[in-house]
């Protein structure tokens, strides 16, 4: 079940905050945060286990509600490298359990402009 | 440090034509995966492996083979090429899971792939 993700797109100026969310219909164990620019590959930013921590990394942080099944990814002050593609994959178990195979969103289009 | 490396990063065939996209990583990762990117969209997997010897289908398998003969290598074959197929097609790995750590996938650079 691919998970859904919203905005499709949000277009910033440098400075301002954004929230990308992801929501799935089914119980999740892990979802993963990836950036993509135009032509090269995903990076990864960060994964969030359930029942642990929201998650940082300088100003992009994320969150993970089991009730909602839901992750959400805060771009704080954003920059101009921010720009990108932002996915989220999701697995519905424990590594060993599901070969660690992810399912992602269609994706959220971040612009961020001068 | 190579990481997951893809070869060849373009490539145009002729429907019908049959080619196969390498993969290769230098990380000891037991787990491999093939995606494909369509324009605009997120990415689906193909298959994927858990082991030398190993393949399993993902979600579009059809008209592509894998093979696992080593750690390293996941080669992608594509028998007879068809429109369809264009697409850009990306190798992952991951290490065997650490409790409580998740599993974090590497991936490739890409080949993108136009089947006319």
């Known amino acids: 079940q691919q998970p859904v993700q919203s905005p499709q797109a949000v277009i910033l100026r440098e400075g301002e905050d954004a929230v990308i969310n992801c929501s799935s219909s089914k119980a999740l164990y892990s979802v993963h945060w990836y950036r993509q620019k135009h032509g090269e590959a995903p990076v990864f930013l960060m994964i969030l286990l359930k029942g642990g921590e929201q998650k940082g990394h300088e100003k992009i942080s994320a969150s993970f509600n089991e009730k909602k099944q839901q992750s959400s990814l805060y771009l704080t002050a954003s920059q101009l490298s921010y720009s990108g593609t932002y996915f989220c994959?999701?697995?519905?178990?424990?590594?060993?359990?599901?070969?660690?195979?992810?399912?992602f969103g269609q994706g959220t289009i971040l612009t961020v402009h001068p | 440090n190579a990481g997951v490396t893809q070869t060849p990063k373009f490539r145009i065939l002729k429907i019908g034509q049959s080619m196969t996209l390498q993969c290769t990583q230098d990380?000891?990762?037991?787990?491999m995966y093939w995606y494909r990117q369509d324009p605009g969209m997120g990415l689906k997997l193909i298959y994927y492996?858990?082991?030398?010897?190993?393949?399993d289908k993902g979600e579009v398998p059809n008209g592509y083979n894998v093979s696992r003969s080593t750690t390293e290598d996941f080669p992608l074959r594509l028998e007879l090429a068809a429109p369809s197929q264009t697409s850009v097609y990306f190798c992952?790995?991951?290490?065997?899971?650490?409790?409580?750590?998740?599993?974090?996938?590497?991936f490739g650079a890409g080949t993108r792939l136009s089947v006319l």
């Open positions: 990380m000891n990762h037991n787990y």
């Open positions: 492996s858990v082991g030398a010897g190993i393949t």
């Open positions: 994959g999701t697995s519905m178990r424990a590594g060993g359990t599901s070969y660690g195979k992810l399912t």
């Open positions: 992952a790995s991951r290490p065997q899971s650490i409790q409580g750590r998740g599993n974090i996938q590497y």
